[in-house]
């Protein structure tokens, strides 16, 4: 833990008190996103202290030319950079002439923030002395409205606390703005048109290289203690930016107001040779209804969504805090309408890691939005990748592979590769079987076996085809191997063997191959289509089969254990509780030559075969496992606490499974690695959901029924939490002494608890 200063609370994220060093910090935890577009919490009016500012449209992006040193055949052309899009929260104020700025007043007292997560809104206030000695009262309240995806409000409120003062609000918009982490300080936008209208403010702009064009667009009103009321106003256009300026001079107690409507219009839903008309459409709806209608509005649309998504937790406020916040900024990320998009691992939080798809999607975001949502939402992820294969074949062909071989990118938008860091670019391959395990995990859970013959087929085939050309035989070893790989721990490159990477590819023939033969048995007209669209051949099928039949995979005899990648019992094994505290994170402490010589593991590696593939090995071989890797385990990557508090939980280990979820559900709240100010891990977010779900309520799928093992923290009283299961709902809802089971829909299901079949009937709760 890194910082402690977030006020426990069941429904909201709180700040108390205004410090210059937790502003970037802050600006990152009180995010907000409707899944369409989201921005930092980064202040409406002029900041001149430390800030790290951003505002993102989703499936906007720029292809920011590859920065190395040494370029190498295979490297990705550019590394795909989510944009830092036009600024139209800005809200200048001056009180006098005198602009309120937080980092020049005399004095800033009262500073509190507030994220309603139940409501989604996000309001600041205080008590702020400029330097001219006059005093004013605060109150901004935003949010981006779920309902009407293109608009977000913001009601700035200024009360006059010890003078009569003259107030000029100066809303504007700016499309000359850049992003934090640009390779080569490049401006990504090109300013097309600014323009007015009587009240309203646009902007047209374009992407360079991906000319995404937007429309940003604003329009205002001022209300004096509280009445709306009609204010002459003067207006400023340059280059990049337009700005209103609206003076009323007030009385001391007075309390005068800006209410802003703004937001974007993009290309990829309106015609791009006019946004501007889309961007008045939206506005009048807005206006129309108000701040307060829309507000109204967004409060019913998130009480909706928790309906489905909630998980009460009764006896740990933090606990019920982290894991609401987790769910929040998921669901305020992705809101699976759209299948262009996805979940990117900052979400609308941050810059860093660019593009908008890793393998997290598929292993562990899935299952969140498939229980919590529908199957369609899963399934629009899915098709996702799908509709990037042609992509995917593409980048194995840079690379050497052929016969419509598919490696699927470790970071993309459009499909292409555009990971920019060698190690990760051609060795993190392990990436290209979740993208099979998603659609096995996706039909296990639903029974929507049609998917595959219409779409995942042809993932599985290129796939398999990929791990059978990067195998080679091993003459010394008289089996197959995977040679110059990183696993997910990505503290080990360029190794050989890497066991999850092997068991992956091996696990990925074997169910392609089965698959094969149940799609030929029961969609024969598919099956025909597929193979001859995709030239398959016996021949080829029997080299798969040798490959997975012959996979080689690293083991101790001695510790009866698999070995993360070759050599791995060459290295120094010190336990992680042996090091410095001082010397932790060490990604941040050491060198790269140091870490990469070390034992220590950034995230699950060898458990993470373990979490994929349970239902093969025992209960003994897990706790051997686990109590081999875990001891070496620094956690320094937000993927890695989740899997370690699930597999605790199966083994029973309730203590240590409660200390990880803390972890991943507090791991941006109270930043255990020392970095939120880049922005929220919002990916990992799903494996806090699956800590509690799958961990402590032990769900599985188990012969197309669920299954539950439920247990309880010992610092809890209860916790409950619902599942869409083949379009039922079910509710559990755990105590210490019992676990009782509630069904929403039209038919009893049977499920099993604790190895015991029962069976739960609509609208009576089961005990057990």
Not at 112 to 131: C, D, H, V
Request: charged share 25%; hydrophobic share 35%.
């Amino acid at each position: 833990m890194n910082q402690d200063y977030i006020k426990p609370d069941n429904w909201s994220i709180i700040e108390e008190g205004f410090d210059k060093d937790r502003v970037e910090s802050s600006e990152s935890l009180f995010s907000i996103g409707n899944g369409k577009m989201g921005q930092r919490a980064n202040f409406e009016e002029q900041y001149t202290g430390a800030t790290f500012q951003g505002s993102y449209i989703a499936g906007v992006y720029y292809p920011d030319k590859t920065k190395v040193g040494w370029w190498k055949n295979g490297y990705p052309e550019y590394f795909a950079k989510v944009l830092n899009a036009p600024n139209w929260i800005g809200i200048n104020v001056l009180v006098n002439g005198e602009a309120l700025d937080l980092n020049t007043c005399k004095k800033v007292e009262d500073f509190r923030r507030e994220l309603n997560m139940q409501e989604g809104w996000y309001k600041r206030s205080f008590i702020a002395t400029l330097p001219n000695d006059i005093s004013i009262k605060v109150i901004t309240t935003r949010f981006l409205s779920l309902e009407l995806d293109e608009v977000g409000a913001i009601d700035y409120q200024v009360g006059l606390l010890n003078a009569d003062a003259e107030i000029i609000f100066q809303p504007y918009l700016d499309s000359g703005i850049s992003n934090t982490d640009a390779n080569w300080e490049e401006h990504f936008w090109e300013t097309l048109e600014v323009k007015s209208e009587k009240d309203q403010g646009f902007i047209v702009s374009k992407t360079l290289k991906t000319e995404f064009h937007a429309c940003t667009f604003m329009q205002s009103e001022i209300y004096v203690n509280h009445k709306k009321t009609a204010i002459d106003f003067s207006e400023e256009i340059q280059e990049n930016k337009i700005s209103f300026s609206y003076k009323i001079s007030a009385e001391k107690g007075a309390t005068l107001s800006i209410q802003k409507f703004a937001g974007y219009v993009t290309d990829m839903n309106h015609d791009r040779k006019d946004l501007i008309q889309p961007a008045k459409a939206v506005l009048a709806r807005a206006v129309k209804m108000g701040f307060e209608g829309l507000l109204q509005q967004q409060k019913d649309a998130w009480a909706k969504i928790w309906e489905m998504a909630d998980i009460s937790i009764t006896g740990d406020v933090k606990a019920q805090q982290g894991i609401r916040f987790n769910i929040f900024q998921l669901n305020q990320t992705y809101s699976g309408k759209d299948e262009r998009l996805n979940i990117g691992p900052k979400g609308f939080t941050g810059e860093k890691y660019g593009g908008s798809t890793y393998w997290d999607t598929e292993a562990y975001c899935i299952p969140f939005y498939m229980a919590t949502k529908d199957q369609q939402v899963a399934r629009n992820l899915l098709s996702y990748r799908y509709n990037q294969l042609d992509k995917a074949i593409e980048n194995a062909e840079k690379l050497g592979f052929s016969n419509g071989a598919a490696l699927y990118p470790m970071v993309t938008m459009n499909g292409e590769e555009s990971h920019n860091e060698w190690e990760i670019t051609f060795e993190e391959i392990h990436r290209n079987g979740a993208m099979v395990f998603a659609i096995y995990n996706y039909v296990r859970y639903t029974g929507d076996f049609d998917y595959i013959p219409e779409k995942g087929l042809e993932v599985m085939i290129a796939v398999a085809r990929f791990w059978q050309q990067r195998a080679n035989f091993s003459n010394d070893k008289n089996k197959f191997v995977i040679l110059g790989v990183t696993g997910p721990n990505e503290y080990e490159n360029n190794v050989n063997n890497n066991w999850y990477t092997n068991y992956l590819a091996k696990w990925c023939i074997d169910y392609c191959l089965e698959t094969l033969k149940k799609v030929k048995d029961g969609h024969a007209e598919d099956f025909d289509r597929i193979f001859g669209l995709t030239n398959l051949s016996e021949a080829e099928l029997m080299k798969w089969q040798e490959v997975a039949d012959n996979m080689y995979f690293p083991y101790s005899e001695n510790l009866e254990v698999f070995l993360q990648q070759d050599g791995f019992l060459d290295k120094e094994l010190v336990p992680v509780e042996k090091l410095d505290k001082k010397q932790r994170p060490i990604n941040q402490k050491w060198s790269w030559d140091r870490i990469l010589r070390s034992c220590y593991i950034k995230q699950a590696d060898v458990l993470q075969g373990f979490y994929f593939f349970e239902d093969q090995f025992d209960e003994k071989e897990l706790a051997r496992h686990f109590d081999f890797y875990e001891p070496l385990t620094v956690h320094e990557s937000s993927l890695s606490p989740c899997v370690h508090s699930i597999q605790a939980a199966k083994l029973g280990r309730m203590k240590q499974a409660y200390e990880f979820y803390v972890r991943t559900s507090r791991l941006d709240l109270d930043d255990y690695n020392n970095e939120v100010k880049e922005g929220c891990h919002i990916t990992s977010m799903a494996g806090t959901w699956m800590s509690i779900v799958e961990g402590f309520g032990g769900m599985r799928v188990v012969n197309d029924q669920l299954s539950f093992n439920p247990r309880i923290p010992d610092e809890w009283d209860g916790y409950s939490f619902k599942v869409n299961f083949r379009n039922q709902i079910l509710k559990v809802d755990v105590k210490k002494d019992n676990t009782s089971f509630s069904l929403e829909g039209n038919e009893a299901i049977k499920i099993s608890v604790k190895g015991k079949e029962i069976e739960v009937h609509p609208d009576t709760a089961l005990i057990v």
